[in-house]
């Protein structure tokens, strides 16, 4: 996808990460992921005043709850479950998660439960979900586990646009998450993991298939005129095999959304290695 995201893959690999997040959520180390994660947003937040997203402590996961989730892992990696019977599985799974949304989909064990269950639960189940979690997903993007959660409720409602009927019901998760996300644009836009999901999104609303949009995003560039230097990116009309159906009204208004409530730090932002990188998007997009 890009060298500056080579963090967010690595992180899927990696044991142990829920004991050194909650030590790091406390005291220096805490400032220092912050200052990673976040690129320019914070300095931007301390120079002009901002009032923008701050990070959220995540409460524990109660006991029952995560037996419950790893019960349900167990059941899935058995390969005793027909597709059928999963997708029930996973809508029920679904429905315990109201509420706690941020808390399952920022667990780094939980998160993978949870990502099988985005993939395997049907469209209403899926909205459902997202319907409750809209005013937490952009803390839930620009978490290291969350991060994925948001990748895969993205990818999964790209994989529902084959069957027309539900394009209606897609068309209206989207339009909630691109107004939330334009409301924290700077917050999202300026976070490593942030930066990928508001990517995929803007991709999503193009008609980019997700599983194949690795040629139409450039990579991190490692200095501003490189990044500031936008590509030519084939068209809809000059390749239809990378494309699916998109929702251009949508793209224009997150668009310009984003742009809008960011405009006071375009200068900054352009220059910032993650936002940067969305600002690109959002111009070729619109092309």
Do not use: W
């Amino acid at each position: 996808m890009g060298e500056e995201y080579d963090s967010y893959e690595q992180g899927k690999s990696k044991k142990g990460m829920r004991k050194k997040s909650k030590k790091e959520s406390f005291g220096s180390n805490r400032d220092n992921r912050q200052k990673s994660e976040r690129g320019m947003g914070k300095a931007l937040n301390h120079d002009n005043n901002l009032a923008t997203q701050t990070f959220r402590i995540r409460k524990q996961v109660d006991p029952e709850t995560a037996q419950y989730f790893s019960e349900i892992a167990n059941l899935f990696e058995s390969n005793e479950v027909d597709l059928d019977e999963r997708s029930v599985i996973c809508g029920n799974a679904l429905e315990e998660t109201r509420g706690k949304e941020f808390e399952l989909a920022t667990d780094y064990i939980i998160s993978h439960t949870l990502q099988s269950l985005l993939e395997g639960c049907d469209i209403d189940n899926l909205c459902g979900f997202l319907q409750s979690c809209v005013k937490d997903f952009p803390s839930i993007a620009m978490d290291r586990s969350g991060s994925h959660v948001a990748e895969t409720a993205l990818k999964s409602l790209a994989s529902h646009l084959q069957h027309q009927e539900v394009h209606p019901l897609v068309e209206e998760a989207l339009n909630m998450i691109c107004k939330v996300i334009a409301a924290n644009s700077v917050d999202v836009m300026c976070n490593c993991y942030g930066s990928h999901v508001l990517r995929s999104l803007l991709c999503l609303c193009k008609g980019v298939q997700l599983d194949k949009y690795g040629y139409y995003l450039s990579k991190a560039a490692t200095n501003p005129a490189e990044r500031l230097n936008l590509k030519t990116f084939p068209s809809k009309e000059d390749d239809t095999t990378n494309f699916q159906p998109g929702f251009p009204n949508l793209l224009k208004f997150v668009v310009s959304e984003m742009l809008k409530n960011a405009r006071k730090f375009i200068k900054i932002l352009q220059v910032d290695l993650f936002s940067s990188l969305v600002l690109q998007a959002c111009f070729t997009d619109l092309t």
